[in-house]
């Protein structure tokens, strides 16, 4: 996905860039949602240490939401 970035520059490097952040913090959120879930990872600590990172990882989905916005209008 990043190596994408490398043939880019200017302003395609910066819509592709923010575009893939995007989608990386979607697949980021949804792993852990699935890994915190009542079927998620066996381990008890592992499922708690998993559900105790989504509010950041979503945090950082809406920055690369409003980033996104910004630079794909």
Do not use: C, Y
């Not at 490398?6 to 949602?33: I, N, P, Y």
């Not at 592992?46 to 916005?69: G, M």
Request: proline residues 5%; charged residues 30%; hydrophobic residues 40%.
């Amino acid at each position: 996905m990043l190596e994408d970035l490398t043939v880019l520059e200017g302003t395609a490097f910066d819509q592709d860039f923010a575009r893939k952040m995007v989608l990386s913090h979607e697949e980021a959120v949804s792993l852990f949602e699935r890994a915190s879930g009542p079927d998620g990872v066996p381990d008890d600590d592992l499922r708690e240490w998993a559900a105790t990172k989504l509010p950041t990882l979503r945090t950082h989905l809406d920055d690369a939401h409003e980033l996104d916005a910004l630079i794909n209008p």
